[in-house]
């Protein structure tokens, strides 16, 4: 499954490069960000990761029935950096300037300012936060999958799963790769 995903990123990537490098002027710079992964596979790495894990917990406890969560795809692809780098290169049409990637929290911004510390929240707000926002995201397409009726159920396990890792790894972190690109001549 992940070389599909991958070929599929690849193809759709060359296209969007090759699309940007006619409407940029030679010389001219284009600046991307979006999700990536990182290389480090013993770290949570990506919100459909929380998602199948509370989803086969429900499956676990006969919520939902196992056909119905094998044939549940979400079509998303997070790259890594040398994913991503070798694209480029393979296009063409753009010179890399600098590629990175930015290590931002899940929960950035709870805290208030650093100053502040009547604002502090624990991990159980955090949970509750970081579940609100995946629920925005992902609800529709899940509950059209799975119906309405386990969506409470989904995301308070999910919610759990954050109170959860956040006591194992203190720092919930998602790779976010920001890329300039300067148009070849």
Same mark, same amino acid.
């Given at each position: 499954?992940?070389k599909?995903? *991958?070929? +599929? #990123?690849q193809?759709?990537?060359?296209q #969007?490069?090759k699309?940007?490098?006619?409407e940029?002027?030679p010389a001219g %710079?284009m600046?991307l960000?979006?999700?990536g992964?990182?290389e480090?596979?013993?770290?949570?790495r990506?919100t459909?990761e929380?998602i199948?894990m509370?989803?086969?917990?429900?499956l676990?406890e006969?919520l939902i029935? =196992?056909a119905?969560l094998?044939?549940?795809?979400? $079509?998303?692809y997070?790259p890594?950096i040398e994913?991503?780098? +070798?694209?480029?290169e393979?296009? %063409?049409? #753009?010179?890399?300037h600098k590629?990175?990637t930015i290590? +931002?929290d899940w929960?950035?911004n709870?805290? %208030?300012s650093?100053n502040?510390?009547?604002?502090?929240?624990d991990?159980?707000?955090?949970g509750k936060?970081v579940?609100?926002y *995946?629920?925005a995201?992902?609800? $529709?397409?899940?509950?059209a999958?799975f %119906?309405e009726l386990?969506?409470?159920e989904?995301?308070?396990?999910?919610?759990? =799963?954050?109170?959860?890792?956040v006591?194992?790894i203190?720092?919930? =972190? #998602? $790779?976010?790769l920001?890329?300039?690109l300067i148009?070849n001549?």
């Amino acid at each position: 499954m992940h070389k599909a995903y *991958l070929e +599929q #990123f690849q193809r759709d990537f060359i296209q #969007f490069l090759k699309s940007r490098s006619e409407e940029l002027v030679p010389a001219g %710079g284009m600046l991307l960000t979006f999700l990536g992964r990182s290389e480090d596979t013993s770290e949570m790495r990506t919100t459909c990761e929380l998602i199948d894990m509370s989803l086969k917990d429900l499956l676990l406890e006969n919520l939902i029935d =196992k056909a119905t969560l094998e044939c549940f795809n979400l $079509p998303n692809y997070d790259p890594s950096i040398e994913e991503v780098k +070798q694209v480029i290169e393979e296009e %063409g049409s #753009f010179i890399l300037h600098k590629l990175e990637t930015i290590y +931002q929290d899940w929960d950035a911004n709870m805290n %208030g300012s650093a100053n502040d510390n009547n604002n502090k929240v624990d991990e159980n707000m955090r949970g509750k936060i970081v579940a609100k926002y *995946l629920r925005a995201v992902y609800e $529709p397409l899940l509950k059209a999958h799975f %119906g309405e009726l386990i969506m409470d159920e989904l995301f308070l396990r999910l919610e759990n =799963k954050v109170v959860q890792l956040v006591k194992e790894i203190r720092v919930f =972190k #998602f $790779p976010t790769l920001a890329i300039s690109l300067i148009k070849n001549a």
